[in-house]
């Protein structure tokens, strides 16, 4: 293995790729070499030679682990600053150490090309309620029409739900009042299910609403999402999955639950039923929806 292949590994694995068979395929280097490679990162942070009895090392393992999770989670850190946060967590060390780490560990320096948001990888997320007999849809009657018994009360379901252009993720339904805990909760729940489906590399979108904000939300989000991706408040007609949301609504109104069981399966069904066009095409419409948002200064637009 020569030191170039060394330096490819470290940039894929510094990037967040860390699957073996992944790494196999992007590099054309043997998958036992890529395993023993990997365990080797792991314990040492990175792929040089153990030296002798010499001086130990200033930046151990650990730290070295926590300068990637820093660097990935803002790439455009400074030494200075991850000096400061190493700090936070009993290393000292200089800024000019930081940066000569991060140089040995394959990482450079550069002013990143400008490319298009990467909207197909971007999961948009966001949690709805759904009421039982609810009456929106209008229908053909003959004659005198008929009278609709509506409880008072119009019990409800929660549901939160995400969606990309590759897929979605399972709905989940609710009738507890959310919180801060029970939304990270949610996440962790899903977790898997979302690195399935995307891999390691996109783009995590949520609301601002409180819960989502909050430094519990903030924490599980940072150690286990790739990226989030910044949200301007008052914007609901920026986020497409109002309108699956509307979809799915007016499918489920159309088969006139009788209870909240009904309401719940019906539910599931009908997310589970939306075609991949459709969360193609939302997802692809984010670029003319920031167009739109743009030109009407922030106002409503016609989504």
Same mark, same amino acid.
């Given at each position: ?64 682990? !926590? ?37 040995? !560990? ?7 090309? !400008? ?17 039982? =007999? ?28 995400? =969606? ?15 919180? !801060?805990? =029970? ?26 609403? %409180? ?24 914007? %609901? ?28 399966? =019906? ?37």
């Amino acid at each position: 293995m020569t030191k170039t292949y060394d330096e490819t590994l470290l940039n894929l694995w510094n990037n967040g790729i860390h699957n073996a068979k992944e790494l196999h395929y992007l590099t054309n280097i043997p998958l036992s070499t890529v395993y023993r490679k990997i365990e080797k990162i792991k314990k040492d942070g990175s792929l040089k030679h153990a030296g002798g009895n010499g001086r130990p090392k200033k930046i151990t393992a650990s730290a070295s682990r !926590a300068l990637g999770q820093f660097v990935r989670r803002d790439t455009s850190i400074s030494t200075r600053t991850l000096a400061r946060k190493l700090e936070n967590i009993g290393v000292e060390v200089s800024y000019r150490t930081v940066g000569r780490h991060l140089l040995n !560990a394959g990482y450079q320096k550069k002013i990143p090309k !400008a490319t298009p948001i990467c909207w197909p990888k971007t999961l948009f997320t966001d949690e709805t309620a759904f009421q039982l =007999f609810r009456n929106t849809v209008e229908r053909w009657y003959k004659g005198k029409r008929p009278v609709r018994r509506i409880p008072k009360d119009r019990t409800k379901i929660m549901a939160w739900g995400g =969606f990309c252009a590759k897929g979605k993720t399972s709905l989940f339904c609710f009738k507890q009042i959310m919180n !801060a805990e =029970f939304y990270v909760e949610i996440l962790r729940t899903h977790a898997p299910e979302i690195s399935q489906m995307l891999g390691s590399r996109w783009r995590f979108q949520q609301d601002n609403d %409180p819960k989502h904000t909050s430094r519990l939300a903030k924490a599980f989000i940072e150690e286990n999402f790739p990226q989030v991706l910044e949200w301007p408040s008052n914007s %609901p007609d920026l986020n497409p999955i109002e309108n699956l949301w509307s979809i799915i609504k007016s499918k489920v109104e159309k088969r006139m639950p009788k209870n909240l069981d009904d309401l719940e399966n =019906f539910m599931i069904e009908e997310w589970e039923n939306i075609p991949e066009s459709v969360l193609i095409n939302f997802s692809y419409s984010m670029r003319r929806r920031c167009e739109l948002i743009i030109e009407n200064n922030g106002e409503r637009i016609p989504y």
